[in-house]
């Protein structure tokens, strides 16, 4: 893929919808459905997650970690990349962009 991961800009929008302030070197948080995602907003390791990195759960379980280069995520029945970027997708209407 080129670019940005397409679960990772949708992270990105998500964030941003949100209204949540820059990183700036700190662990950013929410949660959305079954979804939680943690970023790592430093170039060092932080809480087990490494730097600029997403942190994804699915029902409390890890699911995935996600950076610029790519990454990997669960790819269960109900978890899996394409049902993460349609519950994040879904919290963006739900924040009202579309």
Same mark, same amino acid.
């Given at each position: 893929?080129?670019?940005l991961?397409?679960a990772?800009?949708v992270?990105a929008?998500?964030?941003?919808a ?5 990183l700036n070197? !700190?662990? *950013? /948080?929410y949660?959305?459905?079954e979804?939680r995602?943690?970023?790592n907003? #430093?170039g060092?390791?932080?809480? =087990? ?5 997403a ?5 409390g379980?890890p699911?995935g970690?996600i950076?610029?280069a790519?990454?990997?995520i !669960?790819? *269960? /029945?109900l978890?899996?990349?394409d049902?993460?970027i349609?519950?994040?997708r #879904?919290?963006?209407r739900?924040? =009202?962009?579309?």
């Open positions: 893929m080129n670019g991961p397409e990772l800009a992270i929008e998500l964030h941003d949100l209204g949540l302030p820059p070197g !700190a662990i *950013g /948080e949660q959305f459905a979804w995602v943690r970023l907003g #430093a060092e390791e932080q809480d =087990g997650i490494p730097p600029f990195t942190s994804i759960e699915f029902n379980w699911a970690l950076d610029p790519g990454g990997v !669960a790819a *269960g /029945e978890a899996n990349e049902t993460f349609a519950a994040a #879904a919290a963006l739900e924040a =009202g962009v579309s």
